[in-house]
């Protein structure tokens, strides 16, 4: 069993086969460089929530059995196996919100610099991490502040910055598989959003104005 995880807890839940610990890595590695959790799902054990649910989430959120609630959770206890790093690399969306969650559970910035494959000085900001701008080739990591920003853009600036069809596919996959339903059905103005969604949507603006062809 060695590469394996020991706990069933890592068990893909829809395909019921253990992860990896090098399938973990490359996975995490990949997300970090902006995939989506659905295509990394989908590529290493052929269901799309095997990475949301059996890796992502459970480092995001430090996952802990119940009754060993006293005990490291599991963004505490992961070992980096075989991963690259991403020291001195511009943060993508993904990294953001990951670091976003793990400042709401106020971890240790060593936590989650290991799991980013970061040191830690480069997480130790005055700004909050809405405010650290991605890495553009992200700009289609489908995650709900992405399809938020988009829509702020559209109704705020009037610009659109992806077709209809790209939005709606965004918007379908993140009911599906990344739980925003609520909020995307909601009838909440643009304008009353949150403010990394405002930065998220500025951020968007000039990275889609810098990747135009010059005249």
Sequence with gaps: MSGFFPDDEIKNEGAGKLWLKSERDKALDEYFEGAHPKQLGIKYKKAPKAFLNSILNKLRYNYKKEGQEDQPGRA???EPFSRFSRKGKRFTPNEVDFIRC???LKLDLSVTAKILMRDVSELKSD???EQVKGDGKAILSTTLDLVLALRYVYHIYERKLVSDKTYDDLVAEEIEYGGGEKVLKSQQ???DCPPR???LALYLCERYDDDKPKK
């Design 102 to 104: 793990h400042r709401e």
């Design 127 to 129: 700004k909050s991490p």
């Design 189 to 191: 103005s643009a304008r």
């Design 76 to 78: 505490e206890r992961y």
């Design 197 to 199: 969604i405002k930065t």
